[in-house]
């Protein structure tokens, strides 16, 4: 009973990626084709809400669930990393023609194919878990 709120708000960010077209192959192949501004408006309202939301966590020292602080620590300026691990979801992104964020949403969907994204998602987090310790963080 505790997990129910997460469930809920689980439930509602699936109707809402679903109701803005976020999880629509074709929204995403415009959006890497440069022909419609409909992704990137979403993206940049994500963006924004998020930083919006961090400031006000720290601002306000906002608490969990659990009545913890919330600690949001700052990334350490590491761009090479970052550019390489941007490329390698952007390259998956557009191969796929999905964000892993939806895959759940869009099983829920029904778009059975995605199956095989989850698969390849989770392949991908076990191979990663075997590497972690030998590749830089």
Avoid at 56 to 61: A, L, R, V, Y
Avoid at 78 to 93: E, K, T
Avoid at 118 to 135: E, H, M, V
Wanted: include cysteine; charge should be positive; hydrophobic fraction near 50%.
């Amino acid at each position: 009973m505790k997990l129910l709120r997460f469930v809920l708000v689980g439930f509602i960010f699936g109707i809402v990626l679903t109701k803005s077209e976020a999880i629509s192959w074709y929204r995403i192949y415009e959006m890497f084709q440069f022909q419609s501004f409909h992704m990137y408006g979403i993206i940049f309202t994500a963006i924004v809400t998020g930083v919006v939301g961090i400031r006000f966590f720290k601002k306000k020292e906002i608490k969990d669930y659990k009545g913890l602080p919330i600690e949001i620590l700052d990334k350490e300026k590491a761009r090479f990393r970052y550019i390489i691990g941007g490329i390698m979801f952007g390259v998956g992104w557009g191969i796929v023609g999905c964000c892993p964020g939806p895959i759940f949403v869009l099983i829920g969907a029904g778009v059975a194919s995605i199956g095989i994204v989850l698969l390849g998602a989770l392949i991908g987090n076990f191979i990663y878990g075997i590497f972690k310790d030998k590749i830089p963080h």
